[in-house]
């Protein structure tokens, strides 16, 4: 097993907002950053409804995948930060829709705020 860190980055995505990077590739699994609702122009959909900010997100997680040689039916585990928790079930609806039947682990958890204003946020990790 390699024991090599590499850094991934997408021109599908914003650059970082600070100190990281989109994705790291380590030891077989790729670990994507937080992805927001922010498209690959930098805009912040914070005026934008749940369901189009979760599909940008979804995009994003997507796009640091591919950047990494993975693909969303690579994931082993999700994690989803909301900040209503009434917003549970339209996510797992969409989210459901865009992962199919690949089930892989995952915690949606209700937070008071995320930056920007915006409402979802999500972190993953996937085999490389």
């Known amino acids: ?13 914003a650059p970082p907002g600070g100190h990281y990077s989109h994705a790291v590739v380590a030891g077989g699994f790729v670990f994507v950053s ?5 498209d690959a122009q930098g805009a912040k959909l914070a005026d934008a409804s749940f369901a189009v900010q979760a599909e940008q997100v979804l995009a994003n997680v997507a796009a640091a995948l591919r950047a990494a040689g993975s693909s969303p039916q ?3 585990q999700v994690r989803v930060y909301i900040t209503d928790i009434a917003l549970w079930p339209e996510f797992n ?3 459901a829709s865009w992962i199919g039947t690949h089930r892989p ?24």
């Open 93 to 95: 609806t969409l989210y």
């Open 105 to 128: 682990a995952r915690a949606v958890v209700p937070v008071p705020q995320l930056h920007f204003g915006l409402k979802i946020e999500i972190e993953a990790v996937a085999l490389a």
């Open 1 to 13: 097993m390699s024991r090599a860190v590499q850094a991934i980055s997408s021109d599908e995505l």
């Open 74 to 76: 690579q994931l082993v």
């Open 34 to 38: 937080g992805q927001l609702p922010i």
